[in-house]
């Protein structure tokens, strides 16, 4: 199946600055990372959590409600959150279809958290400031509501998309590293103007299509790379898998990004795959 959506992106992504660290979580709220503290989830921004049920719901978080779809597994309690965000002009089914998530999740214990856009120009508001970020807010929010729900595994929190799903993806990884265990943007990246040092560790697995990886004007291609050597040099664990089919995602691109999610979670140290990759990773995966 091949992405047909076009992204009218605007090439002032690549010089524009958005980096705010300072927005990502309050200092005095409760994350990940304390050794002596009780894990605790976000605090949900409106009050009571709606019921975090199996399909589609609408979740309203700040000044926005959202349509959400869930995929929850017959015993969620405890279990993984894979958050899939959707491309340009894309909806939460399409995503999930798309990425073939259902049939890869299988009998695994994975809570999907399929978001759909507010209708912004660009889907996800990645060339926003981390500060007052609505699509931050939901993401807090969801991953707050299904804390309180299912008592999920905060040390289990993933996220991929592709395109813009990948751009928010890569927005999350810089962002949202207090919550994220580990992240997988599709042709997703960074540039000078988007990237800050994440808060924590986060290993990454970055793939997209090669320098054919293009839409009007943007390249993945080298936003990507650029992701993915900033990150590096940073000391996060990163994988790169640089395929040949362009702005796409290769066939069974998806379950090779699903195996490294699960294969990380939060504070693994040293990655299972510093020693190398898994025998049934494509030939085209490396680490930088």
């Known amino acids: 199946m091949r992405l047909k959506t076009p992204m009218f992106l605007l090439l002032a992504l690549i010089a524009c600055g958005t980096s705010d660290p300072e927005g990502a979580i309050d200092d005095d709220d409760q994350g990940p990372g304390g ?16 019921s975090m049920v199996d399909g589609d719901i ?33 909806t939460a089914t399409q995503a999930i279809r798309y990425m073939e998530l259902e049939d890869i999740v299988g009998d695994d214990n994975v809570i999907i958290v399929a978001p759909r856009s507010d209708d912004s120009q ?18 807090d929010d969801l991953l707050s509501c299904l804390w309180q ?34 992240a997988a943007p599709l042709s997703g990246g960074a540039n000078t103007g988007l990237y800050s040092t994440p808060a924590e560790d986060i290993p990454v697995l970055l793939s997209w299509g090669g320098p054919s990886d293009n839409l009007n004007g943007l390249s993945f291609h080298d936003m990507s ?60 995966c490396r680490q930088p």
Request: charged residues 25%; aromatic residues 14%; glycine residues 10%.
């Open 225 to 284: 790379l650029f992701l993915g050597e900033s990150l590096s040099d940073d000391g996060h664990f990163v994988i790169e898998c640089e395929h040949d089919d362009g702005h796409n995602l290769p066939p069974g691109g998806i379950r090779y990004a699903y195996d490294f999610l699960m294969d990380h979670p939060k504070g693994v140290d040293p990655s299972p795959y510093a020693d190398g990759l898994p025998d049934d990773f494509p030939s085209w």
């Open 149 to 182: 729900e299912y008592d999920v595994d905060l040390d289990r929190v993933h996220s991929t998309g592709m395109s813009a799903g990948g751009l928010w993806t890569s927005y999350l990884t810089i962002h949202r590293s207090e919550w994220l265990a580990s």
């Open 122 to 139: 660009f889907e996800w508001h990645f060339l926003e400031a981390a500060d007052g970020n609505p699509d931050l807010l939901l993401f």
């Open 58 to 90: 609408d979740f309203e978080t700040g000044d926005t409600e959202y349509e959400v779809e869930l995929r929850i597994p017959d015993d969620p309690e405890g279990a993984t959150v894979l958050f899939a965000w959707h491309w340009l002009g894309g």
């Open 35 to 50: 050794e002596d503290e009780q894990r605790v989830g976000p605090e949900y921004s409106k009050g009571d959590c709606p």
